[in-house]
């Protein structure tokens, strides 16, 4: 599905290498963690990823089932199936949620040659999927993110992600600031959305997401590079002993 | 007055928006023209002998004809205002039209068939239905079998209005809405009573010239009591080359009346700048309300700044009752030059005015706009919503007077001024003027200036829309407020405008 090749990344405004080399590949259907300390570079990789300004590629490559990603505009990525949910998403005041969601979903539509959804079906999309992450009407209704609480952004995040059907959903500090029961909510969306079809790359500080959402493989990031990989258990090293010994050991 | 307290977001608007603009591609969509329609031309220039012409083709009265020469006779002395903050090129008033009309029009048609086809054409390009364009022609009957649409269409093309829809139903309700060159003849007690006494023939450069040579335009009596049936609604097109247009539209909302009001413009693509100076005049009494909108897209000239409508427009309100109110809400788009400040006289106690605008400036385009509120009448209310749009290399400037006279206690004014810009070589200005001469009074300004976000545009494209389409839904959102004072099927022609209007400023 996702195919990263030795990825450097400096940024654009002035001299520093943010990715090092960072080599990854997460499988149809996998479910993918990134853990790795404030300023490794987690987010950044996110960003190059979903065509993000500010940031030079300088060596390396990323794929899509295939297709060179990072010679797309973003919303060429979106429609090719690609979603970030947003580490700080971001306010459009004015700009109804549910315009936002419709003009979102019609683009990708359009992109792909299918027919815009009419309002009714849309509508009752929404709806259903609001429910079950309990974001009610109101919210719907309200500017995009404007004046949500942290965890309510979180929420809104995976609606998106719920309507918009990605392949790849690449999910960045997602569970930051949700409250226990949000937690439960947003992980049982994921989970409803897995299948054979759609992989998760999930970045977290905790191994208590990754309760919920069982990833099938864990990455540690560091410095601009990938410096192990493991199963499921390495989650849990990082919770109980932290990253000094992973740290020395890559060394 | 409900659009004061009024919050609600209208969620179906933009949507629908977004889906029209998705729709319409191409820069200006109304810039074909039609140059095969056969016109009447006055010849160029002006002077007595022309005015007297304009009288004499409009069937005037010689009370008419003395009010115009005595206009142009004071105009002559007058020079003209350099005040605003405006480049433009020096217009040289005597190569100019002054009186173009449809060969076809001269007598009225009794049927389709008699209607120059070429005129048809150009209402249905407008977007004006067909059995609408058969009642702007005047064939008689037409309006009988008319679908349900409650939209009055008064259309002026050049210098002459071709047609109003609807007399027969708006009769009935006793509202007289007609071009203003039918009000001077069947209407004149009506048109004596009120014309310039809201805009003086001496008020400034532009509109002393429009009173001299105005050709035509719309003309509104609402009777006491009586809430207007349907939404008026004026379309005005140039179309002759090198000629200016002068409409003038004279409102008279009686005592408890109410009518909402629509004006659309447009223009064909000219290399050759052209000139409009329209006079608007409004007279709201006792407990009466007006809301009058405007969606201005005269052809802003090409990428780079040749041609387009210089657009210098005097447009006021005089609330002389009591609890009168007005609401003005525009969005303009157009025009290569705009100068224009729809202002509001708050003469009667607590009356109300309104003010709601949209200036979008793009490539070499120069807007100059805002408005005047002034205060004379006790706890007189008003409110500016102002959203300044610059992108390319264009200016953009809000202009605001609010004055407070003395006896105006327990006023309030509330002005609201936004600023967007859209990349580096454009500008926005915000030139608010306040005087408050009493001490019971308050005025609140804010005003704010911002850049289109790239953390916002980046987000609309991660998931799925195209840069255009990201920053005509940001741009949406930052006019929300001004959209949603527009009657819904203007709302919906504005966010088209907005989008398109912006085609091309980014990336
Ligand atoms: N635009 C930028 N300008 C300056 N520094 C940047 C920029 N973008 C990223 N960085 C730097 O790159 C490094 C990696 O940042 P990134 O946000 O990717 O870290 P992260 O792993 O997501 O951290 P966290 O766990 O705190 O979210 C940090 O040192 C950060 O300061
Ligand atoms: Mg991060």
Redesign the pocket.
């Known amino acids: 599905m996702l195919e990263i090749k030795g990825l450097k990344v400096d940024?654009e405004?002035?001299e520093?290498s943010?990715l090092k080399g960072v080599d990854l590949t997460v499988g149809a259907g996998e479910v993918h963690a990134i853990m790795?300390?404030?300023?490794?570079?987690?987010?950044?990789?996110s960003y190059v990823l979903s065509g993000k300004d500010?940031y030079e590629v300088t060596a390396g490559s990323a794929t899509l089932d295939g297709a060179d990603l990072l010679d797309m505009e973003p919303e060429e990525r979106a429609a090719a199936g690609l979603f970030l949910a947003f580490?700080y998403p971001v306010e459009i005041p004015g700009v109804g949620n549910m315009t936002f969601l419709r003009t979102a979903v019609n683009a990708q539509r359009k992109a792909r040659g299918q027919d815009e959804l009419s309002a009714g079906d849309f509508l009752k999309e929404v709806r259903a999927r609001a429910k079950d992450l309990k974001i009610d009407a109101e919210m719907l209704k309200r500017p995009v993110n404007v004046g949500f609480s942290g965890g309510e952004k979180k929420r809104n995040e995976i609606l998106q992600m719920a309507m918009l059907e990605p392949k790849m959903c690449i999910l960045?500090?997602t569970d930051s600031g949700l409250d226990v029961d949000a937690m439960k909510l947003v992980s049982e969306g994921v989970n409803a959305l897995r299948s054979e079809g759609r992989s998760f790359l999930v970045?977290t500080?905790y191994q208590r997401l990754l309760d919920h959402i069982k990833p099938d493989v864990v990455h540690i990031?560091s410095n601009g590079r990938i410096i192990k990989t493991g199963g499921p258990d390495l989650a849990l090293e990082v919770e109980n002993n932290g990253y000094a010994d992973l740290l020395a050991e890559a060394e | 007055m409900t659009a004061l307290d009024q919050v609600e977001v209208k969620e179906g608007v933009d949507q629908e928006t977004v889906d029209a603009v998705a729709q319409l591609s191409g820069a200006y969509k109304y810039g074909w023209n039609d140059d095969d329609i056969e016109m009447d031309y006055a010849p160029k220039g002006v002077n007595p002998d022309i005015v007297s012409l304009i009288s004499s083709k409009n069937e005037e009265p010689q009370w008419m004809l003395d009010w115009r020469q005595a206009a142009f006779t004071r105009w002559e002395g007058m020079s003209v205002p350099n005040w605003a903050m405006l480049k433009v090129a020096d217009i040289d008033f005597q190569d100019l039209y002054y009186y173009a009309r449809p060969k076809s029009m001269e007598v009225k048609p009794k049927s389709l068939d008699e209607v120059d086809p070429k005129l048809l054409e150009t209402y249905k390009k407008l977007g004006i239905p067909l059995k609408e364009q058969a009642i702007l022609a005047g064939v008689e009957g037409a309006e009988n079998d008319l679908p349900e649409r409650k939209v009055a269409v008064d259309a002026v093309f050049d210098s002459v209005s071709v047609g109003t829809t609807f007399q027969a139903e708006l009769k009935k309700a006793g509202v007289i809405f007609c071009s203003i060159s039918e009000a001077i003849r069947e209407h004149p007690e009506l048109v004596k009573k009120y014309l310039g006494t809201v805009v003086p023939p001496s008020d400034n450069f532009y509109a002393t010239l429009n009173s001299a040579v105005f050709s035509d335009g719309s003309f509104v009596y609402v009777p006491p009591g009586v809430r207007c049936p349907m939404e008026l609604s004026t379309y005005f097109r140039i179309n002759a080359e090198n000629t200016g247009q002068f409409e003038r539209t004279l409102i008279i909302a009686d005592k408890g009346s109410y009518v909402s009001y629509l004006e659309g413009c447009t223009a064909p693509k000219r290399d050759v700048a052209q000139l409009h100076a329209a006079v608007v005049e409004i007279i709201i009494e006792e407990d009466a309300e007006v809301k009058y909108s405007t969606v201005q897209n005269w052809y802003p000239g090409d990428e780079e700044g040749k041609g387009g409508i210089y657009n210098f427009v005097t447009k006021r309100a005089d609330c002389r009752g009591a609890r009168s109110k007005v609401m003005w809400t525009q969005v303009e788009t157009g025009s290569a030059v705009t100068w224009k400040y729809p202002s509001c006289i708050l003469r009667g106690d607590d009356s109300q005015g309104e003010f709601y605008s949209i200036a979008i400036a793009n490539n070499y385009q120069q807007a100059d706009t805002g408005t005047k509120m002034v205060h004379l009448g006790k706890r007189t209310k008003s409110r500016i919503v102002s959203k300044g749009i610059s992108a390319g290399r264009a200016q953009n400037t809000y202009r605001g007077l609010v004055s407070m006279h003395p006896k105006a206690k327990e006023s309030r004014n509330y002005t609201q001024c936004d600023s967007l810009l859209i990349g580096s070589q454009c500008g926005a200005h915000t030139v608010p003027y306040i005087e408050v001469k009493n001490n019971s009074s308050r005025v609140e300004h804010e005003a704010t200036t911002s850049k289109v976000d790239d953390d916002q545009l980046f987000y609309c494209r991660s998931r799925g829309m195209d840069e255009e389409e990201a920053v005509a839904l940001v741009v949406n959102g930052f006019c929300k407020e001004v959209l949603q004072a527009l009657p819904m099927e203007f709302a919906m022609e504005a966010q088209a405008l907005v989008a398109i209007s912006l085609e091309g400023s980014v990336g």
Do not use: A, R, V
């Open positions: 940024l405004e002035e520093k943010i790795g300390p404030n300023g490794s570079g987690k987010s950044t990789l500010g580490q960045d500090e970045i500080h990031m």
